[in-house]
């Protein structure tokens, strides 16, 4: 098989920036010489479906879509959705250049569907970024009419950006959209993208200044009118036809351009923004576990402590066990409600299910609730209140103490009795302490390795949706936004405790093995590392929702794109 040179690129930007409708211009590019042949063929290049609405000026509205191959991909349903709703990879091929640009297509932030459908996008971006292994360009999309810094601006690059590894910044560069109008510079989006780039300088310590080496200006309106007139011949207006030549022409050029850095660039090692996720993920993922076996070893230090002559008369009377934790596994996956803690749906067979997840949308699909009203027909709560679950903890006791595992497993009596229980203590508090640093650790390799460390506007859109719902009188939404939110700061006061207990230590961690190196000694502790272990895999296997398949589309360029 031959073997071509690759560019890997990723689209990402807020939703509605034109991400689709970017790779339909690619296509028709490398189709047709001019649009005059364009406008000419019998239907235009449409390799992600197009829905827009066009308006002359009798005010009268004209419908435009067009399929690509009845693609379920995209949701036109509400113009403020992420139309793309799962990536898709776009393998465009030139024989002839021996090259080959694969573009992926990702669900937009900012989706009007609310913070968790924003968590949901990203995690998928996320799977399909781990297909290659290096990135060339991340292409970051904005509107040249975007004219002020707003909270969902904001709140979307910050949740792009907070995903992303440092060693990734010389990678991201700037494609404006719409742009004809404002002569294909960055028109109004100038100010408020330089006074975001100049927070994250002072946030983060990040660099990234704007030139013509990462800034690419386009317009998809030939595109557009190519789809328009094709599907309504008798709205061709030849006075345009100038105007959308040039724009053609020139938004094919900046492509080039485009095409021309991602050969030139250092491409991004993607293992690096895997494992920087990897740590955000494990962070969260033991916040869990370890607490739960945080508290336990606490009480055994100090009851080891203070009732050393006791636990010595019941280990020699074989009467003494130490505190464990129990993991009991449920047969199939039931839905409860966290408010009533009532079973509300029994062997719940809905796929793609966070477990353990509050506030997963898919849930509502669930048997349990009413479509329309998404209220539980069991328990009368709304589904916002209610998760899936798979597996339960319960506080137990260990089937042999800690005194008779210590010292090779020797033989315990009242001899030796003392200098084990000192042993025991000694590993006890050792392994309060690994887990002590073990977060201190996970904090320094964020703030040494992430752009942004958390997204530090999500407070501020949550409380605006908390408003909108509010004044729209659902009161209802409102209030579980709230608990959303309380549940937010709880998280990231976690997360800035782990990156300030970092700042702490000296020690430079920026290998993206370490993430794993730091679990692998948790896992190894003597007494509480297995259970650590089995915690931790259960909610990584049980609390991801079923891997979406990133769907890949192929292209032969009739076009070469001479560089």
């Not at 709560?381 to 597996?391: Q, S």
Request: charged residues 25%; hydrophobic residues 35%; contains cysteine.
């Amino acid at each position: 098989m031959e073997s071509y040179r690759q560019i890997n690129i990723l689209l990402i930007g807020l939703t509605g920036v034109g991400k689709s409708s970017f790779i339909n211009s690619f296509a028709n590019y490398l189709t047709y010489q001019s649009i005059q042949e364009a406008i000419k063929a019998d239907k235009p290049i449409c390799l992600v479906p197009t829905y827009f609405e066009y308006t002359d000026s009798s005010i009268k509205a004209y419908p435009v879509r067009i399929s690509a191959n009845d693609d379920e991909n995209e949701d036109f349903t509400c113009a403020s959705n992420s139309s793309t709703q799962s990536p898709k990879i776009y393998t465009f091929r030139f024989k002839s250049e021996n090259l080959e640009i694969n573009i992926m297509d990702s669900p937009g932030a900012a989706d009007t569907r609310g913070f968790t459908m924003d968590k949901q996008n990203i995690q998928t971006i996320l799977d399909a970024v781990s297909t290659f292994s290096q990135l060339h360009l991340i292409c970051l999309l904005l509107k040249s009419t975007e004219p002020r810094l707003t909270p969902e601006f904001q709140f979307g690059l910050n949740e792009l950006l907070m995903h992303l590894h440092k060693n990734a910044v010389s990678n991201l560069v700037f494609v404006i959209t719409n742009s004809r109008a404002s002569n294909y510079s960055l028109g109004h989006v100038s100010a408020p993208l330089k006074d975001y780039l100049k927070k994250l300088k002072k946030s983060s310590n990040i660099k990234i200044e704007l030139n013509q080496s990462n800034v690419f200006c386009i317009d998809n309106e030939a595109y557009r009118l190519q789809c328009l007139w094709n599907q309504y011949p008798k709205l061709k207006d030849p006075s345009q036809m100038a105007t959308v030549e040039g724009s053609w022409k020139t938004s094919f050029t900046a492509i080039k351009a485009l095409i021309k850095r991602g050969l030139e660039i250092n491409a991004h090692d993607v293992a690096e923004t895997v494992s920087l996720n990897e740590a955000r993920s494990a962070i969260l993922l033991l916040n869990d576990p370890l607490t739960k076996i945080y508290v336990i070893l606490q009480t055994c230090v100090k009851n080891y402590d203070k009732n050393q002559d006791a636990i010595s008369v019941g280990i020699i009377n074989n009467a003494h066990r130490d505190l464990d934790i129990k993991v009991r596994k449920i047969k199939a996956p039931k839905t409860i409600c966290t408010k009533c803690s009532l079973t509300c749906h029994q062997n719940c067979k809905l796929r793609g299910i966070r477990i353990k997840s509050q506030v997963d949308e898919k849930l509502r699909d669930c048997a349990s609730f009413d479509r329309e009203t998404g209220i539980c027909f069991k328990c009368g709560c709304h589904y916002k209140l209610h998760m899936r679950e798979l597996y339960e903890t319960e506080k137990t006791y260990r089937n042999q103490n800690f005194v008779d595992t210590v010292d090779g497993g020797s033989e315990t009596t009242q001899k030796n009795i003392h200098e084990k229980l000192d042993q025991v203590i000694e590993e006890l508090s050792k392994e309060k302490k690994m887990i002590e640093e073990a977060l201190e650790k996970f904090g320094t390799f964020l703030r040494n390795n992430a752009i942004l460390e958390y997204n530090y506007v999500l407070e501020n859109r949550l409380e605006l949706e908390i408003k909108l719902a509010e004044g729209n009188g659902d009161y209802k939404v409102a209030t579980l936004t709230k608990e959303m939110l309380e549940k937010y700061k709880t998280q990231k006061e976690q997360l800035i405790d782990a990156i300030k207990s970092g700042k702490k230590q000296k020690e430079i961690i920026t290998s993206q093995s370490i993430v794993t190196e730091i679990r692998e000694k948790l896992f190894e502790m003597k007494f509480y590392g297995k259970k650590i272990e089995e915690l931790y895999e259960i909610q990584l296997k049980l609390s991801q929702a079923d891997i979406i398949e990133t769907d890949r589309i192929e292209y032969d360029a009739i076009i070469p794109i001479t560089l």
